[in-house]
Nanobody, 123 residues
């Protein structure tokens, strides 16, 4: 059973940078498409970034494109989300997710989820 655990979330100011990590255990992540999602207060869970099994193909919504970068280190069994130029609207609980299939933008396609890490962007 694949288990995921996010870390790195904290309170930051607008314009700051933050790097989230998603550490996997139980299985090698090399066999999984992976993604980051987030859920802000009173909002539905939304896709933030996806990455294929090899780390070659990535996708982002317009809201974070150019500011966020997803990456993975299969040897370390860890995925990352580098977030730059953070805005108050980026405030949310951030979740990492994994699927046996192709990484897509739909949360329903993901079987494995972490518990989430809170990111708060405020001055």
């Amino acid at each position: 059973q694949l288990q995921l655990a996010e870390s790195g979330g904290r309170l930051v100011e607008p314009g700051d940078s933050l790097r989230l990590s998603c550490a996997a255990s139980g299985r090698a992540i090399s066999g999984y498409g992976m993604a980051w999602f987030r859920q802000g207060p009173g909002r539905e869970r939304e896709f933030v970034a996806t990455i294929d099994r090899n780390g070659v193909s990535t996708h982002y919504p317009d809201s974070v494109k150019g500011r966020f970068t997803i990456s993975r280190d299969n040897a370390e069994n860890t995925m990352f989300l580098q977030m730059n130029s953070l805005k108050p609207e980026d405030t949310a609980v951030y979740y990492c997710a994994a699927t046996n299939g192709l990484a897509t933008r739909k949360a329903s396609h993901y079987t494995y989820w972490g518990q989430g890490t809170q990111v708060t962007v405020s001055s």
